[in-house]
């Protein structure tokens, strides 16, 4: 429990940063996914799925940023999918799995 909030809360502290987000994202994603589903509580969820998302957003700017420079439609567009999508996975009760097969709930 205690690993999990200090993974939340120095990925917070990395996303209102200068682009400390940007640059630690390839291990806080895995590692936010990992706490939500290592404690599955709605408030674990709802904080990674929140953090998860902006953290996600915010790399999907830088992305967008060297790839099509201030594109007026696409530099909110895709950062907004994109956090959209990360919050949606990360938020979920359960994280897809591979080889996972759905329960008789479906």
């Known amino acids: 429990m205690i690993v ?8 917070a502290v990395l996303l209102v940063s200068m682009g ?3 640059v630690a ?9 990992l706490v939500v589903r290592r404690h599955p ?3 674990f969820r709802i904080a990674g799925a929140i953090i998860g998302g902006l953290t996600a957003a ?8 060297l790839i099509a420079g201030e594109a007026p439609v ?4 895709v950062p907004t999918l ?5 919050g949606a996975v990360l938020g979920r009760r359960r994280l897809p799995t ?8 479906g």
């Open 82 to 86: 994109t956090a959209i999508a990360a």
């Open 4 to 11: 999990g909030l200090a993974v939340l809360v120095v990925a």
């Open 74 to 77: 696409v530099i909110w567009f």
């Open 25 to 33: 994202a390839p291990l806080t994603l895995p590692a936010l996914a």
């Open 98 to 105: 591979s080889g996972a097969r759905p329960g008789p709930s």
């Open 20 to 22: 400390g987000a940007i």
């Open 58 to 65: 915010e790399v999907a700017w830088a992305a967008v940023y």
């Open 41 to 43: 509580t709605p408030g």
